[in-house]
C-alpha cells in the first residue's frame, strides 16, 4: 500500500500548505517569487492529482491513514474515481487560472502580492482538502479554511468589497456551523466521523429522526456555501467586487466544490435510496434547483456589469448541478459530474476573459464593450466559445451536460425541467448574445463614427501572454471537453455513480 | 449496400474549416484572403464530387470519429440523399464565392474577413449537415450553421441589421431547443439516433408520443425551413449582403432546414409509419398553407429581395409537400427541386445583388427600365423566374411534374391543383418585374447605355441561369442529379 | 414532558443561545452586532459538542496511577473537536473583525443601512 | 486606541507576571503529550502574555520589541515545524505524520511518537503565539496606521 504514489493523496494537500508559508519567507527577500512558488505548488499538486486519478483508476480506491492510525480513530484520506476527478479538475483549473492571474495581481494589488499568494495558496489547499478527505470533520476544517481565505480574497477587492465580504462571512458561517452541527448529530448516534464508518453504520439508524435532522443540516449548510437559490444572496456580491483575480479563482471552484460535498454526503455518507426515497429530498431539490436555473438566468439578464452577470448565471449553473443530483437517475448524476468539470472551465474562461477586459480597458459594462474585439480578438474569441459554450451550443462542452441533464430529466419522466432546461439555454443566448453583440458589432449611425472606429482598430492590444495563453487554453479545454466528453463519462465518471445506480 | 470506411466525408468539411483558420490569418492581405476562398471551394467541390461514383453504385461511406455520448459518435456516412445535397452546396459555394468578391469589393464592404470566415465556417457546417450519419451529429451542425450565420446576417451592423440578427437568432435558437427537446426524446425511445432509410422510430412508443414527436421535430427544423407560421426571420434576414441572401438564405441554410425535414420523414419516421399515423395528409396540408400564403404575401413586397424570401419560403414548401406526399414520383421532384430551386433561386438572388451594386436599388418599383442598362443581368432574371414558375425548358417544371405525378398517384388532386395556383402566382409577382425592366420606360434619371455590374458578378449570374436551362433540358447533366436522386428515393421505398 | 424538557436541558440551552445568535445574525444592522452574534451561535454549538462528551462521573482521558476502566473516561473527541472548532471560529472572528476594519475605513461608518446608502 | 497608563502598578504587577506566565505557557506546552494541554494553549498563553505588554507598556514599546515581519517569520517557522515533521515521516517511507518513523536515535518506538508529537507541538505554539500578537497589533494599531 505505502508505494510512492501512493503519497500523492498528502503531497496533494501538502505541497500547497508549505509553499504558502514558504510564500512570505521567500517573499521577504524576492518579492517576485511569490507568484512562481504559487504556480509551482499548484503546478505540482496537478501532477499529483493526474497521478492519483490513474491510480484510481488502474488499481481501485485509494485509502491513505494519517499517521498511520486506522480508521475509524484516525484521520483517512480516501480517493475514489469521483475524488480523483474532482482533484484533476480543481487542480487543472486552478493552475490555468493563476498563470492567467499574473498580470493582473500585479496591476490590481501590486504591494499585496506576497500576502495575496499565501492565502491564494492556502484557498487552494483547502479545496484540495475538501475532495481528498473521507472524514466529515477534517471536511469541516478544510471548508473553513477554504472558506475564511475566500473571506480574506474578496474584501480586499474594489469598492463593495468588504461588505460583500462581511454579508459572505456571515451567511458562509451560519453554513458552516449548519454543516458542523451535521456532523455532530451523526457523531451522537454513531460515534464515529468516517465517511465509510458513517456508511455502514448508518443504514439500520435510518428510522431515527436525528439521522434526518443531520441529514437537513448538512444540505442546508452545503446550499448555503454553494449558493443555491434562495440561498445565494452573498454570491453575486462577493463575485462582483473580488479583485478580478480572486472571483476568476473562486468562481469557478469554490461553489463546485461544495457541490461536491453535497454529492458526497447525499451518497457517500448516506446512501441514495435513504436521501432520495425516504426523505423526499430530490424533488425538493430538484424543484428548487429549477427555480434557481431560472431565477439565476433572469436576473443575469438584468445586470449590465459583466462580472455580476457572470455571477448570477453561477448561480443558474448551480442549478443545473443539483437539479442533476436531484432527478436521482444515472443520466441526471452523470450530467450534474459533467456539468461540475465543465461549467468550472467555463466560467473560469469567462471570468479570465472579464479579468482580461479590467486589464486592458478598465471596463466591465456589457454595453461599453463597443468593438473590443479588434484590440483584443484572441480574448473575445474565447469569451465567444465560453458564452456559446453557456448556451449550450455543440460541440462545446456547455451542451454535452445540458445534452445529459434533458436526458435525465426525460428519464425521470418530468417534462417541466426539460423545459426549464432549455428555456433557461434560450435566457442564456439572450444574455450571452448581448455581450457577443456588443464585443463585435458597433450600431452605426453616421460616417464619422467609422472613421473613428477605423483608428481604433489599428491598434491590437492583447493582454499580456501569460493572461492569453491560459485563456485561450481554457476556451480550448472547452471544445475538447465537449468533443471527448464520451471518454470522460466512460472512463472516469460511470466509476463514480454511488453503487444501485 | 456496401459500406466503405473513408476520410473523404470528413476531408470535405475540413477543407473549408481550414480555409476559414487561413482567412482569419490572411485577412491584412485581401488576395490571398479570397484566394483560400475560391481554393477550398473548388477542392471542396472536386472532393464531394470524388464521392458520387461510389455512391451511385450503391455504396456508403462512413467515417467514425468520437464518440459523443454512449451508442452515438460523430459520425459521418454519405448516402445517396447526403451526396445530392453535399453537392449542390459545394457546387454553388464556387459561384458565389467568386461572386461575393466581386459583390464586397464592389461595395468596399467593411469587416471582409469576418465575412468570409463566417461564410466558409457556414459552408463546413452545411455540408456537416449533409453528411452526418445521426441526428445528434446532424444537431451538432445545425447548431454551428446557425450561429455561424449570425455575423452575416447582422454584418451591416446598422440597427435594423442588430435586429435582424437578433430576431434570427430567436427564432432559430428556440427552435434548436424544440430539436433538442425531439432528439434526446428520440434517443432515449430507441436508444439509437442513426438515420436509417424507411425509418427507425416504428415500433417504438405509442402513436401519441411519436404524434408528438413529429410535430417537435417538424416545427423544429420547420423554422430554418421558413413554414410559414415561423418564416418571419427570413424576410427579415434579407438585410444580409445579397450573396449571403443568395447562398445561405436560398441554397445552405433554409435547405438544411428543407433537408433535415426530409431526414426526419423519410430516415427517422420513414414513409409507412407517417402512413400509419395519418400524419402525412396533416403535413400536407400545414405545408400547402404556407406554399399558398407566402405566394400571396409575396405580391405584396416592393423590396425585390423581401420578394424574393417570401418566393423562397413558398417554394421550400413544394419539397416538404413531396416528401409529405409519401410517393415515390412526388419524392423524386421533390428532392430534385432541392437542386433545381436552388439554382433558380441564386440566379435571381444574384440578379438582385447586381442590380444593387450597380444602381444601388432595392425595391421592385424603381427599377423600371433597367433591362435596358442590365440585359444580361435581367435576362438572366427572366430565365429564373420562367423557371420558378414552371415553364419548360428551365428545369422548374420537371421538379414541379414530379410533384404533381405524385399528388395523382396519391390520390390527393388538391395538391396538385395548390401547385398549379402557386405556379399562377409565380408568374403574378415575377413577370411584372421582367416586364416593367424591359418595356417600361425608366424616371429617366439612369444612363441609357449598358453597363453591367463587373463580370466577377455577372459571370456567377450566367453560369447559374445557363445551368438551370440545361438542367432542365437534361436532369442528368454534368452531375446527374436525376440519377442521385432516384437513387435517394430507391433508399427510402425500396426497403418499404 | 419534565423529562424530555428537563433530562435534555443542555440541547434546549444550546438551541436557545444558538436563536439568539442567528437574530442578531439576521435581525440586527449593526455589523458589530452581527458579528457578535455569529460568535454566540458558534460557542452555542461549541457548547452542544462539549455537553454531548460529558460523563457524570468520568475523569481525564489521560493515562494515570493506577489505570482506570475505560467506561470511567470521558469522550475526549467532541472536546478535541471543539478545540479545532474554537480556532476555526477564533479565525473567523479575526478574518471578521479585520473586515470590519476595512468598511470602517471605507465608510466611517458601520451601520450596514449608512453604507448601503453611501455605496449607491 | 492603546493609550498608555503611567501607572506604576500596572506597569509593576506585568513586569512580575510576564515572566512567569510565559514560563507556565512553555510548561503547558511541553507536557501536553501525555497531559492537558499542548502547542495550542501554550502558544496562546505566550501571545497573551506578550498582549499584556503590550497593555502595560503601549504599543510603541510592544513594536520596539517585535514587529509583525517578525511575527509573520514565526508563524512560518512553527507551520514549516508542524508539516515538516510530518513530512520527514513522509521520507522515511511512511505516511505522513507517522512519528514512529522518524529517523530519532532512541530505540523506543513510543519515546519516538513522544518526541515527534512534541516537534509537533512546538510548531503549534509559535505558530499560535505569533498569530495571536499578529491580530492583535494589527487591530490595534489600525487607528496609529491611519494616521501615518
Known amino acids: 500500500m505505502n508505494t510512492p504514489h501512493v503519497q500523492a493523496t498528502i503531497l496533494i494537500i501538502l505541497i500547497p500548505l508549505m509553499s504558502s508559508y514558504a510564500i512570505p519567507l521567500l517573499g521577504w527577500r524576492w518579492r517576485g517569487s511569490a507568484f512562481f512558488v504559487a504556480l509551482a505548488a499548484i503546478g505540482a499538486s496537478t501532477v499529483c492529482s493526474f497521478i492519483l486519478l490513474y491510480t484510481v483508476l488502474t488499481q481501485g480506491t485509494i485509502h491513505y491513514h494519517l499517521g498511520g492510525w486506522l480508521p475509524p480513530w484516525g484521520i483517512e484520506y480516501v480517493i475514489d474515481p469521483l475524488n480523483g476527478f474532482m482533484g484533476v479538475a480543481v487542480c487543472v483549473i486552478s493552475f490555468l487560472v493563476t498563470l492567467s492571474s499574473k498580470e493582473s495581481v500585479q496591476k490590481e494589488l501590486p504591494d499585496k502580492k506576497v500576502r495575496f499568494y499565501t492565502i491564494y495558496l492556502l484557498l487552494f489547499t483547502g479545496l484540495m482538502g475538501i475532495v481528498v478527505t473521507g472524514d466529515v470533520f477534517n471536511l469541516y476544517v478544510f471548508l473553513e479554511i477554504a472558506s475564511l481565505t475566500a473571506y480574506a480574497l474578496i474584501a480586499i477587492g474594489e469598492d463593495g468589497a468588504p461588505l460583500a465580504s462581511f454579508n459572505y462571512i456571515i451567511m458562509g458561517t451560519i453554513g458552516a456551523c449548519f454543516y458542523l452541527l451535521g456532523v455532530g448529530y451523526l457523531y451522537i448516534v454513531t460515534g464515529s466521523l468516517n465517511i465509510a464508518d458513517l456508511a455502514k453504520l448508518l443504514p439500520p439508524l435510518y428510522h431515527s429522526k436525528v439521522v434526518l435532522i443531520a441529514l437537513a443540516f448538512f444540505l442546508i449548510g452545503t446550499a448555503i456555501k454553494m449558493g443555491l437559490f434562495p440561498l445565494h444572496v452573498w454570491l453575486p456580491d462577493a463575485y462582483t467586487y473580488a479583485p478580478s483575480s480572486v472571483s476568476t479563482f473562486i468562481a469557478p471552484l469554490m461553489t463546485k466544490v461544495m457541490a461536491y460535498i453535497l454529492i458526497r454526503v447525499m451518497f457517500s455518507v448516506f446512501q441514495p ?175 464619422l463614427q467609422e472613421e473613428a472606429m477605423t483608428v481604433v482598430a489599428g491598434e491590437r492590444e492583447e493582454v499580456p501572454l501569460s493572461m492569453l495563453i491560459p485563456i485561450i487554453l481554457l476556451a480550448a479545454g472547452i471544445l475538447l471537453l465537449g468533443l471527448f466528453n464520451e471518454r470522460i463519462i466512460s472512463g472516469i465518471l460511470v466509476f463514480a455513480l454511488p453503487p444501485g445506480f | 449496400m456496401e459500406i466503405i470506411y473513408s476520410h473523404k466525408p470528413l476531408l470535405a468539411i475540413l477543407v473549408s474549416l481550414a480555409a476559414s483558420a487561413l482567412i482569419l490569418l490572411s485577412g491584412k492581405r485581401p488576395n490571398l484572403r479570397e484566394a483560400w476562398t475560391i481554393l477550398a471551394a473548388g477542392a471542396k467541390f472536386l472532393i464531394v464530387l470524388s464521392m458520387a461514383p461510389s455512391v451511385l453504385n450503391g455504396q456508403i461511406l462512413e467515417y467514425t470519429m468520437v464518440t459523443l455520448t454512449p451508442g452515438i459518435s460523430l459520425q459521418f456516412r454519405v448516402d445517396a440523399f447526403g451526396l445530392f445535397f453535399g453537392l449542390l452546396a459545394s457546387g454553388l459555394w464556387i459561384v458565389t464565392s467568386i ?342 420606360k425608366g424616371d429617366g434619371k439612369e444612363p441609357p447605355h449598358r453597363g453591367e455590374a463587373s463580370w466577377w458578378m455577372v459571370g456567377p449570374i450566367l453560369i447559374c441561369a445557363l445551368m438551370s436551362i440545361i438542367l432542365g433540358l437534361n436532369p442528368d447533366a454534368f452531375i446527374g442529379f436525376h440519377q442521385i436522386a432516384s437513387a435517394v428515393v430507391e433508399s427510402i421505398q425500396g426497403l418499404d | 414532558m419534565s423529562e424530555y424538557l428537563i433530562g435534555k436541558y443542555n440541547y434546549w440551552i444550546y438551541v436557545v443561545l444558538m436563536m439568539i445568535g442567528f437574530y442578531a445574525m439576521m435581525g440586527k444592522r449593526n455589523l458589530v452586532k452581527k458579528l457578535i452574534g455569529m460568535n454566540i451561535f458558534q460557542t452555542a454549538i461549541i457548547l452542544y459538542y462539549i455537553s454531548i462528551g460529558v460523563k457524570k462521573g468520568g475523569t481525564l482521558p489521560v493515562a494515570m496511577e493506577g489505570t482506570l476502566r475505560a467506561a470511567d473516561y470521558i469522550n475526549p473527541l467532541p472536546h478535541v473537536l471543539m478545540l479545532t472548532a474554537i480556532v476555526v471560529s477564533v479565525s473567523t472572528t479575526g478574518v471578521a473583525l479585520a473586515v470590519l476594519l476595512l468598511i470602517w475605513r471605507r465608510y466611517k461608518s458601520l451601520e450596514e443601512d449608512e453604507i448601503l446608502k453611501s455605496i449607491r | 486606541m492603546i493609550i498608555q497608563y503611567e501607572n506604576v502598578i500596572i506597569k509593576t504587577i506585568c513586569r512580575l507576571l510576564i515572566p512567569f506566565l510565559q514560563l507556565y505557557a512553555i510548561y503547558v506546552l511541553m507536557h501536553g503529550h501525555y497531559s492537558p494541554g499542548g502547542g495550542f494553549q501554550g502558544g496562546v498563553m505566550m501571545g497573551a502574555s506578550f498582549i499584556l505588554l503590550v497593555i502595560a507598556y503601549g504599543l510603541e514599546e510592544a513594536r520596539r520589541r517585535i514587529s509583525i515581519k517578525t511575527l509573520t517569520i514565526y508563524a512560518c517557522l512553527g507551520l514549516f515545524i508542524y508539516s515538516g515533521t510530518g513530512a520527514c515521516a513522509l521520507l522515511m517511507g511512511a505516511n505522513y505524520l507517522d512519528y514512529g518513523a522518524l529517523p530519532l536515535p532512541v530505540a523506543h518506538v513510543p519515546k519516538i511518537r513522544a518526541l515527534g508529537i512534541l516537534s509537533i507541538e512546538i510548531g503549534v505554539f509559535l505558530g499560535v503565539m505569533a498569530i495571536m500578537i499578529c491580530i492583535f497589533l494589527a487591530i490595534a494599531s489600525f487607528d496609529t496606521e491611519e494616521k501615518s
Open chain 1, 273 to 447: 435510496s435513504y436521501s432520495l426515497e425516504v426523505v423526499p429530498l430530490g424533488v425538493i431539490m430538484s424543484w428548487l434547483a429549477a427555480a434557481a436555473i431560472l431565477v439565476g438566468s433572469i436576473m443575469a439578464l438584468a445586470q449590465k456589469d459583466l462580472k455580476r452577470m457572470l455571477a448570477y448565471s453561477s448561480v443558474s449553473q448551480i442549478g443545473y448541478i443539483v437539479l442533476g443530483v436531484g432527478l436521482g437517475n444515472k443520466m441526471g448524476l452523470l450530467g450534474a459530474y459533467l456539468h461540475i468539470l465543465n461549467h468550472a472551465f467555463m466560467k473560469a474562461c469567462l471570468f479570465a476573459v472579464a479579468m482580461a477586459l479590467m486589464y486592458r480597458t478598465g471596463r466591465r459594462n456589457i454595453f461599453q464593450l463597443g468593438r473590443i474585439h479588434r484590440r483584443m480578438p484572441f480574448t473575445i474569441g474565447a469569451l465567444v466559445i465560453g458564452a456559446l459554450s453557456m448556451v449550450g451550443i455543440p460541440p462545446t462542452a456547455g451542451f454535452f451536460s445540458k445534452w445529459y441533464l434533458i436526458l435525465g430529466s426525460i428519464d425521470a419522466r418530468n417534462w417541466f425541467f426539460v423545459a426549464v432546461i432549455l428555456i433557461s439555454s434560450l435566457l442564456n443566448a439572450l444574455y450571452f448574445f448581448r455581450v457577443i453583440e456588443n464585443a463585435y458589432f458597433e450600431e452605426k449611425h453616421g460616417h
Open chain 2, 99 to 440: 461572386y461575393s468578391i466581386g459583390y464586397m469589393r464592389g461595395l468596399q464592404e467593411h469587416a471582409q474577413t469576418r465575412y468570409f470566415f463566417c461564410f466558409a465556417l457556414a459552408i463546413s457546417a452545411t455540408i456537416g449537415v449533409a453528411f452526418s450519419a445521426n441526428l445528434l451529429t446532424l444537431f451538432l451542425f445545425y447548431e454551428i450553421l446557425t450561429i455561424s450565420t449570425y455575423p452575416l446576417v447582422a454584418h451591416k451592423e446598422t440597427p435594423e441589421a442588430l435586429a435582424a440578427g437578433r430576431k434570427y437568432l430567436a427564432y432559430l435558437l428556440t427552435s434548436a431547443a424544440v430539436i433538442l427537446f425531439s432528439i434526446a426524446y428520440t434517443y432515449r425511445l430507441t436508444g439509437s439516433l442513426d438515420f436509417v432509410g424507411g425509418g427507425f422510430l416504428t415500433g417504438h412508443g405509442t402513436p401519441a408520443i411519436l404524434r408528438l414527436l413529429f410535430v417537435t421535430f417538424i416545427l423544429g427544423f420547420g423554422t430554418k425551413a421558413a413554414f410559414m407560421p415561423i418564416h418571419e426571420w427570413l424576410p427579415t434576414a434579407m438585410i444580409a449582403p445579397t450573396p449571403v441572401s443568395a447562398l445561405l438564405h436560398a441554397v445552405a441554410v433554409v435547405k438544411a432546414g428543407v433537408f433535415c425535414c426530409l431526414r426526419v420523414i423519410d430516415f427517422v419516421f420513414g414513409p409507412s409509419l407517417l402512413l400509419d399515423l395519418n400524419l402525412w395528409l396533416i403535413l400536407c396540408y400545414f405545408v400547402s398553407f404556407t406554399i399558398i400564403g407566402a405566394s400571396l404575401l409575396a405580391l405584396a413586397q416592393d423590396n425585390l429581395k423581401k420578394r424574393l424570401a417570401f418566393s423562397t419560403i413558398s417554394q421550400l414548401s413544394y419539397i416538404v409537400l413531396g416528401a409529405a406526399l409519401i410517393t415515390p414520383s412526388a419524392l423524386l421532384g421533390s428532392i430534385l427541386h432541392i437542386a433545381f430551386h436552388g439554382f433558380m433561386k441564386i440566379t435571381l438572388f444574384f440578379c438582385a445583388g447586381a442590380i444593387f451594386v450597380k444602381t444601388g436599388k432595392e425595391n421592385i418599383s424603381e427599377m423600371n427600365g433597367i433591362g435596358r442598362q442590365m440585359p444580361l443581368t435581367l435576362g438572366a432574371f427572366a430565365v429564373g423566374a420562367i423557371g420558378l414558375a414552371g415553364i419548360p425548358p428551365v428545369c422548374g417544371y420537371l421538379s414541379k411534374w414530379y410533384l404533381c405525378l405524385g399528388s395523382l398517384e396519391a390520390k390527393e388532386l388538391v395538391f396538385g391543383l395548390i401547385l398549379m395556383t402557386s405556379s399562377l402566382l409565380n408568374v403574378a409577382y415575377f413577370f411584372p418585374i421582367i416586364y416593367n425592366a424591359f418595356f417600361k
